[in-house]
Nanobody, 125 residues
Framework: QVQLVESGGGSVQAGGSLRLSCAAS????????LGWFRQAPGKEREAVAN????????WYADSVKGRFTISQDNGKNTVYLQMNSLKPEDTAMYYC??????????????????WGRGTQVTVSS
């Protein structure tokens, strides 16, 4: 049973930084597309960033480009989301998700099979 466990959320002031981590375990075939999604109260879940573990350029939502960076540590089976210059509108529950595609990645939430429980990020003005 694949497990994704997020950590690193918290409360920061606008302009601050946080680094989220997502540790994957319990898989026979490692999910090769790993993504971060977020959901604010009353809003739909939206894709923030994703990375294909086989290489290539990560994808970012326009709202976070230049501020967030997704990276991976294959040795630790962990994917990170470095969030800088945080804004109040970044406040949301952040979820890590994974799926095995066999090449490339996707931004469609319904395509992801494995989900973490989420970690809360709160940015105050």
């Amino acid at each position: 049973q694949v497990q994704l466990v997020e950590s690193g959320g918290g409360s920061v002031q606008a302009g601050g930084s946080l680094r989220l981590s997502c540790a994957a375990s319990g898989y026979t075939y490692r999910p090769d597309c790993l993504g971060w999604f977020r959901q604010a109260p009353g809003k739909e879940r939206e894709a923030v960033a994703n990375i294909y573990t086989g290489g290539g350029m990560p994808w970012y939502a326009d709202s976070v480009k230049g501020r967030f960076t997704i990276s991976q540590d294959n040795g630790k089976n962990t994917v990170y989301l470095q969030m800088n210059s945080l804004k109040p509108e970044d406040t949301a529950m952040y979820y890590c998700a994974g799926v095995q595609i066999g090449g490339g990645c996707t931004v469609v939430a319904l395509s992801f099979v494995y989900w973490g429980r989420g970690t809360q990020v709160t940015v105050s003005s």
